[in-house]
């Protein structure tokens, strides 16, 4: 869910349970830390309820924080962000996400990441077109994804450097649905983990990197996984990421 997304939401429940003061308090706090007017001598921190939909969830619901700073106090560096995520699903799903997007003094060194750690239950149909209408059984584990980047300004608004990628799937479980037996078994349904390290640049001209309302993000990245694994399931990753952002109203 969108962070603009939440902040209505968050809004319109305000709405409903308090009054017409408690309403602009709450829009002032919101506007004022995420516009960025407030003093830079302070660490900025809000955390508000999340709630949310899907026919994969049902009703999730979650707690969002943000943290914005300075380095140094010093509104010439470029505004770093914390936001971390963590929900709970009416199917049984959990979990905890954290991204940032940290900039050294004098924005010469940029620190971008995310980790996403969850328990995310699905159902498994099998593989290939003629798989049944009914489920054959519900997928349990435990999913771990750490990236992160370590870039050093090359010239403003572009940094490259060193990308790390850790990906690990456990305690997989495939438990049968009523209706049916197990299909046969896709490859790594025993979980397993990949580790990719490699160089990538970046371009980002964004004021607000976690709360985007305009500006334009490039990254292209080449990785090798396994490097040091002894397994010779060896492989390589290049990507291109392109995102262009324009306020609309």
Request: hydrophobic content about 40%; overall charge neutral; aromatic content about 14%.
């Amino acid at each position: 869910m969108g962070h603009s997304f939440k902040i209505i939401l968050l809004v319109l429940l305000l709405s409903n349970l308090a009054d017409a003061q408690a309403i602009k308090w709450a829009k002032d706090k919101i506007g004022s830390i995420l516009a960025d007017t407030a003093s830079p001598e302070k660490v900025r921190i809000i955390a508000y309820p999340t709630i949310a939909y899907t026919p994969e969830t049902r009703w999730e619901f979650g707690i969002s924080a943000l943290m914005v700073y300075h380095a140094n106090k010093d509104t010439t560096n470029r505004l770093s962000e914390i936001n971390a995520f963590t929900f709970i699903t009416l199917e049984r799903q959990y979990g905890f996400w954290l991204d940032h997007a940290l900039y050294s003094d004098k924005n010469e060194w940029f620190f971008l990441g995310s980790l996403r750690w969850q328990s995310f239950p699905l159902r498994y149909y099998g593989i290939g077109p003629s798989t049944p209408n009914d489920y054959a059984a519900v997928v349990e584990s435990n999913s771990l994804v750490i990236r992160e980047r370590i870039l050093k300004k090359i010239i403003p608004s572009v940094y490259g450097g060193l990308e790390f990628d850790y990906q690990r799937l456990g305690s997989v479980s495939f438990i049968p649905s009523e209706e049916s037996d197990i299909l046969p078994l896709p490859l790594g349904s025993e979980g397993g983990g990949n580790l990719g390290l490699g160089l990538g640049i970046v371009y980002d001209n964004r004021h607000n990197l976690l709360n985007v309302r305009q500006g334009f993000f490039g990254e292209f990245a080449y990785l090798r996984y396994n490097l040091f694994s002894e397994s010779g399931r060896h492989f390589d990753k290049t990507s291109l990421d392109l995102r262009y952002y324009q306020t609309t109203f």
